[in-house]
Each structure stands twice: as C-alpha cells, then as structure tokens.
C-alpha cells in the first residue's frame, strides 16, 4: 500500500526501514536474527512440555468445578481419572470370560501410577452381556502425558482374551489418552502442512525460487516466537495444544500474507529504480503503513482475550499476538534483508525488470473492477442478500458442546467403549458427581444428595482435614444436558445447607462451567473486539462512515462463513461444537477480515486524493486484488490444516475460518467493498476533508473510470 511519503509519519518510516535494505544493513539484520536463533532455538522445543492440556486448568479459579477440583487434592484424588475397561460379548458373558478379565485386574494392580486398592470390578451388567472394571489413575505432574501411556500400557497388558470378547477403554482417563495420542506430533504435522500450503502457492505466484525465502522467514519467526511463549508459561501464561497449535499456524499464514503484500511493492517498484536496494527502501515505505497496521490490529484483537474468564481463552490471547508481531517484525526486517541479498533473481524466471511494463490494469481484477462500476448499487445489494442467505445455514449449528463420543472424526477405542457402556450400564459410570462440604455437615450433605433425582449409587463419606467429599454417579451421559441439569440440582440442594459451603465438582460440572464461561467471555469480548476495530479504522482512514460500514461488511463475512460451515459440519457428519467456537472464530475473522479492508481501502484512501473515490477505488482493487487473493488463499490454506488433525474442535475451527477467509478475499474485498466505495463516492470518507469533494482534482477521470 502507498502512503503520502511527505508526511512525517512515513519519514519517520523511511528511516526505520533504511536498514534491511541498505547495502550494510541487510547483513547486520541476517547476523541478528542468526544469533536470536542459536540463543532461543533451545528453548522451542520445551513449549509442549508446558501445554496444560486438562480442562479444570482452563477453567477460572472463580469457578465451582475449579474450586472443587481444588478441594479434592485433600483427598488426594485431584490428579486421579479413572479408565473404564467395558468387554462384551453378544449373548452373554461366559466363565471363561470373567476368568480372563479378573486376570486383567490382577495385571492392571501391578502397573505404575495405577491406585491399586481402587480398582473396583468387574462389575457384570444387568442383561450379561458386559463386564466393566474402573481404574484409577494417578496422572501425577505429567497430565496427559501420564494417561497415555498408561492407558496403552493397560491396553498391551490386556489378555489374552477368549473369542469373541471384546475390549475398550474408556471413559475420562480413555478420552483423555486418546486426545493425547491425537496430539502427539501435532506441531509436526501442522508445521510441515502449513509450509506445504505455502510453498504451493508461492510457487504457482512467484516461480521456483522466491518461495525459500517467506519460508525460511517464517521457520526463523516460528522458533523465536515458540521460544518467547515459552518464557510467557514460567511466569504464569497458561498454555494449551490449541494454543500453540494456532502459533503454528499464525506465524505461517500471516506472516506470508505480510511477506506477499511486501514482495509484490517491492516487485512493483523494482520496474521503477534500477538499484535494488532503493527499490527495497522505498517498497518498505510504502508498504510498512498498511502492514504494520493490520498486524497492530490482530494483535490488539488477540489481547482483547485478557479479559475472558476461561484460562485457555484468556492464555490464548498473548500467545496469538506474539506469534503476530515476531511474524510482522521477520517479514519487515528478515525477508526484506533476504530479498535485497538475493537481487532480481529472487523473481526467476519472470525478472522485473527496471523500466519494463506492469501488467495489471489488464488483467482480471481490472476486468472485475469495470464489471463491478457498471451497476455497483445492484451488485453490493446482491451480493448482501447472498451473505444473508449463507448466514441462514447457522441456524443448525449447535454450540452447546461435542459429545465424547463425538470428539474424533474417526472411530477409536473410547468412543466405541463409550457406546458399549451406554448399551448396558449407567451412562454416567466413571464420570461421578463430586460434592465436597465441611465435615460436620456430612450427614445432611450427604442425604440432601442422595435424594436429589438424576444420581444414584452415592458413595460412604470420606473425611479428611475437616472435609467431606461425596461421589455418585449421573444416572444420564456425563456430557448431556440431562447430565448437566443434575448439577444444577445437586448444586441448588447442597448450597441451600446453611455452614455446609459445599462445592460440587467433576468432569460434568466442569464441561458445564466451561460452557458458562465461554458464553459470559462471548458477550464480552466481540463487542469490545468491534469497537476497537473500528477504532483502528478511524484512525487510519480519518473517516466514521467508512470504518462503520468496513466493519459490518466482516460481521456479515463471519455470518456467512458459520451458515457455510455448519452445512459442511452435517455433511461430514460432525454433531455439535465447542463452546469456544463461535468466539474464537469470530475474533479471528473479524481482525483478519479487517486485514484485508486495510490493504484494500489505504491504497483507496491514497488514490482518491489523486482521482476521487470512485476511480481510485478501481485503481486500488487493480493493485491489490491479485496479491490480497494470494494472501487470502495462503491464510486460508494454512487454516485449513487443522482438518488433517483427527480432532472435530480443531476441524471444525480450520473450516469456519479458512470460508470466512475465502468469502473476505474472495467477495467482500473485491465486490462487495468495491461497490460500496463506487455507489457511495466521496462520501464514504465522511467527515473528513475527502468527503466533500476538495480532494477531487480530476472529477472527469473520476466519472469516466467509474461509468
């Protein structure tokens, strides 16, 4: 994007970026970013061992599951979740098979982390035909590192079994097992299908050598941002799979799309200056504007996540914008100092060369732009009414949460087991209601709860330290809304006994603060989210109407790209979504859409002085429109990685952003904000000094080109 390179804002600019591309500089910039590699390098690979992956650790303190969860560490049962062994045989378990079972519980006692004197069964269902066995587990400091090898360990240990007996393990300790199985390598395989995505596209824009060096940027940004994140979890950053998962991510897809925007000024005015390094200099003045802009944008936006209730979301936050401002901070000192040390063979085999011809004013988003300016009025009404049909599609989609038996796109030993234990025993075995109370109110806690409809089976009191602690099993799914209303009773009764300060906790009891949680920092943040965008807007385009409109041009984007989606979620047989799901990707869509309104509408804001704004509105889309599309597909690509985890959350998000994306590149950007800015004219620009016409020196180009 050009700038008005008189201002002293851009002055400013141009000696900032005087260094990667002077003839000295760019050396110095390789030199630093090659020690800040060898100095943080060690620490990036440390930050998976710092994830905290459980739910209650997303969870506020605040929160009753947290606080019970808490309590329980009295009782010495915080760190524990149960697996569930379920067998069954169609038509009746024999003797032989409860030989071989016993078998296994006798192997099961002898494991490490195993609680040995807690294994309780099996337990034969009341039609026979399934035996069960709880395990508790101690997962200890290691979490889910802990259950997984456990659980695999007790899988190996298993048997032989006679024919026809089948096995699986389940419940919390098996979902969580396999949710760390589905996340082992995780950073590998989306590190390696992020730089796929990109290489792909960097060779179909740019040919076979320019591609190195946005990549090797982003390798060299991805290591010092993980390396800082890293150092964020020892002073108490909360960090999840998710989390770094969209580090990844984030570092890969942005950061190109910062690269693109910068590679093709530079190109440009590599045809205008014969010396590369001026090229260079005056490509980052130009473009630094708009680049900076947008990635300050993002990166508020993402700290708009510090005030969420959840830790995950409230953790995620910083971890986004770091990885965003050491991308934007490679790409406008690494890459440029790349760029100028490789010259003009950067763009082999189609060299630009100095004075040779640009030829996009005849190509395809010339030919959309005259298209467009033909009937703008009816086309941003069309294509407004199109997004508003789209939205429609939300309407199925559900955001109350994922069943566990729906958590993975594929089928897996828990979510068959899960299946076999609702077929012949209580739903909610494994998975008990915890009520933690004082001691000397034991015997009304304790009744009040086994009186309360939707559990049965509740357990002799424990005491300990002047406490009291309960378990009972749900009678429906741990994670259904039946479930969860029993929680709400249980919790009614309980804190109705006066000096009892009961506390009731458990997975349901977390799922369903975890919902709560999510809808309070919903309601909260995508408000805040709008208004400092369009903040941002106002101060970078000096107008109100434009940043107004811009702004609910990304709202009805994000409408679009969830009705989209949930029509794909039921194509592909998805049931649900995560509570998390509909902020997250709104906030997102939201700061990456108005990404693109800033590429687009600075170049608009700096050719309507020239030519008005109707013309400079054609002239800009001409600009931008190749390179914002290359932008849009890389981020859209790379989003689009999380659909090769095995994980519905992490599929579910990559396919509502990378649409989102894809419907901002593809027709706001181009339709939609183009025909806003051709039917509005002048005006949009209101109220400042554009808005009344005086900065129209050319009013008859202006009519031409638009008409």
Known sequence: MTVDTKSAPSDRIGRLTRIPAGKRGKWIVLVVWLI??????GFAGKLTGAEKNDSVEWLP???EATQAYRLADKFGTANEAPVVFVYERKGGVTEADKAAVAADVAEFKTLDHVVGDRVFGPIVAKDGEALQVLVPIDMGANGWDTLAEVVKTMRDKAGPHPDGLSAYATGPAGFAAQMGEAFKGIDGVLLFAAAGVVIVILLITYGPILWVLPLLTAGFAMTVAQSLVYGATTVGLTVNAQGAAFLTVLVFGAGTDYALLLI?????????HEDRHEAMAVALRRACPAIVASGATVTIAMLVLLIAEMNSIRGFGPVCAIAILVALLAQLTLLPALLVIVGRWAFWPRHPEFGSADHAEAGIWARIGRAVAARPRTVWVITVLALVAAAFGMTGLSSNGIASTDTFTKANDASTGMEVLARHFDMGTGSPIVVIATADKADAVGRTFAETPGVTGVSAPIVKDGLVKFEATPTDAPDSAAAEATVDRVRDA????????????????????????????????????LLIVMAILMLLLRSVLAPVLLTLTVVLSFFAALGISSLIFHALGFKGSDPSLPLLTFVFLVALGIDYNIFLMSRVHEEAKKHGTRAGALIALTATGGVITSAGLVLAGTFAVFTTLPIVTFAEIGIVIAVGVLIDTLIVRSVLVTALNLDIGDRIWWPSKLASGRARPDSERDHSMAG
């Not at 800040?36 to 390098?41: F, S």
């Not at 093709?264 to 205008?272: Q, T």
């Not at 906790?505 to 809808?519: E, M, P, V, Y």
Request: glycine share 10%.
């Open 61 to 63: 303190g605040k929160a």
């Open 264 to 272: 093709a000024r530079y190109r440009e005015e590599l045809r205008r």
């Open 494 to 529: 309980v804190h109705a006994i006066d000096g009892a300060d009961a506390k009731v906790g458990g997975q349901t009891a977390i799922t369903l603060d975890t919902k709560r949680a999510s809808i309070h920092d919903r309601n909260l943040i995508v408000p805040v989210t």
């Open 36 to 41: 800040a590699l060898v100095a943080l390098g």
